[in-house]
């Protein structure tokens, strides 16, 4: 358990959770770390604890550079228990710390969760002289909660980043240079697709507000460090911001009897036609955090559900309402679904489409029993016609 320098006098004094898989309803597959960070200086500072039952480890990491009880100061960027659950341990042993976080929503959240331990409250602008070293405060309120907000420290131009670009992530590499940083990118994009992306628009100001301080390193509060690959990290959001799409097309269902699997099929086939990328996800096997990832970029998505007891498939609905919390943009959809005796799913798949804000394509695609070849046939071909007059009108 030993402090990780990022460099000289700044450490990651965090902790690492290996056995994480859900957060929040996220399936967090490759675990997570819960980064603090310690800064020697004439002021002692700890940036962020860790989640509750961490501190143990957390402590031991700044033992190994200094005696815990020396800490003057404690920053809380984020109230979140993830963030900030062992901060009763910690100013039970450094006594005279001074907690500072987000005037208004910070002190009111900590002291919601921890009780009065004498928060200090700065607002944006502010800054705070450390020694050596300055921090200074920018509020980024709903990314993603009110009392949000990032901390840039000098001379060495260091942003704490909060939860912004993240990734839930456990490995012992702990820089963007050692790490396997493929996966590093991909549990960025689902990080921000699960996590940040309903807050775009904050997301984006937050993005301007940083854009003129002289970045050389971003510690965000969970997984890798950025070093070298700040520049990619930074188009990637200006990316998701933007609600940049990719030419994929996203096909959601489940099924009983085949029946839907084999219009989604068909839909497959006429997204290749049109020259995009179709990605299938059986709701059986999926899971819709994975399928959150890819619907962010994809220009289109078609849901599909057979009807069960007169509704959509449980499974569906599950994801229909995840999809409506999160989605960032506007896509373009279809809705579709089979059915025996009563066919009211494909509608139900649609009017949830429109109640996230989606554009439909073309009505619900409903089909009897089993399709027919031919059927399938009928239903590549009003989806083509439906791409590409949508294509044509871009």
């Known amino acids: 358990m030993k402090a990780m320098p990022i460099c000289e006098g700044v450490y990651w004094v965090g902790a690492i959770d290996w056995?994480?898989?859900?957060?929040?309803?996220?399936?967090?597959?490759?675990?997570?770390?819960?980064?603090?960070?310690?800064?020697?200086?004439?002021?002692?500072?700890?940036?962020?604890?860790?989640?509750?039952?961490?501190?143990?480890?957390?402590?031991?990491?700044?033992?190994?550079?200094?005696?815990?009880?020396?800490?003057?100061?404690?920053?809380?960027?984020?109230?979140?228990?993830?963030?900030?659950?062992?901060?009763?341990?910690?100013?039970?042993?450094?006594?005279?710390?001074?907690v500072y976080t987000a005037f208004g929503a910070g002190v009111k959240n900590l002291t919601a969760y921890y009780g009065d331990l004498g928060y200090v409250g700065v607002k944006a602008g502010e800054s705070l002289s450390l020694g050596k070293r300055t921090l200074r405060f920018v509020p980024t309120p709903m990314v993603h909660w009110p009392d949000n907000m990032v901390t840039f420290m000098t001379p060495e131009n260091i942003l704490f980043s909060n939860d912004a670009f993240g990734q839930h992530y456990a490995s012992d590499e702990r820089l963007d240079v050692e790490c396997d940083l493929p996966e590093a990118y991909i549990q960025a994009r689902k990080y921000y697709a699960?996590?940040?992306?309903?807050?775009?628009?904050?997301?984006?100001?937050?993005?301007?507000?940083?854009?003129?301080?002289?970045?050389?390193?971003?510690?965000?509060?969970?997984?890798?460090?950025?070093?070298?690959?700040?520049?990619?990290?930074?188009?990637?959001?200006?990316?998701?911001?933007?609600?940049?799409?990719?030419?994929?097309a996203v096909i959601v269902y489940d099924t009983m009897w085949h029946s839907t699997e084999a219009m989604a099929h068909a839909i497959e086939s006429a997204f290749l036609a049109c020259g995009l990328k179709p990605r299938l996800y059986n709701l059986h096997y999926s899971h819709n955090s994975d399928i959150i990832a890819?619907?962010?970029?994809?220009?289109?998505?078609?849901?599909?559900?057979?009807?069960?007891?007169?509704?959509?498939?449980?499974?569906?609905?599950?994801?229909?309402?995840?999809?409506?919390g999160l989605t960032g943009n506007r896509k373009k959809c279809i809705a579709f679904g089979s059915y025996g005796w009563g066919g009211q799913s494909p509608d139900q798949v649609y009017e949830a489409l429109l109640a996230a804000k989606c554009q439909p394509l073309l009505p619900a695609v409903k089909q009897a029993y089993k399709p027919s070849a031919e059927q399938l046939e009928q239903i590549t071909a009003s989806v083509i016609a439906a791409v590409q007059s949508d294509q044509a009108s871009l």
């Not at 480890?57 to 979140?80: F, G, Q, T």
């Not at 990619?232 to 030419?247: E, H, K």
């Open 194 to 248: 699960n996590i940040v992306q309903p807050y775009g628009m904050q997301t984006g100001k937050a993005l301007a507000a940083c854009a003129d301080l002289p970045i050389r390193t971003i510690c965000p509060s969970h997984g890798i460090v950025w070093t070298k690959h700040i520049p990619d990290i930074l188009a990637l959001y200006t990316s998701w911001v933007g609600n940049v799409c990719d030419d994929t």
């Open 294 to 324: 890819d619907a962010m970029t994809a220009r289109y998505i078609a849901v599909g559900s057979p009807t069960l007891n007169n509704n959509m498939m449980p499974s569906v609905a599950s994801f229909l309402t995840y999809f409506k």
């Open 19 to 98: 056995n994480l898989r859900n957060f929040h309803g996220y399936e967090t597959e490759k675990g997570s770390s819960y980064n603090a960070y310690l800064i020697l200086d004439e002021k002692i500072t700890l940036i962020d604890t860790v989640k509750e039952g961490f501190a143990g480890e957390m402590l031991a990491r700044i033992a190994s550079v200094i005696d815990p009880a020396k800490i003057d100061i404690v920053i809380s960027n984020h109230a979140e228990p993830d963030h900030s659950g062992c901060l009763r341990e910690i100013c039970s042993v450094a006594k005279n710390a001074k």
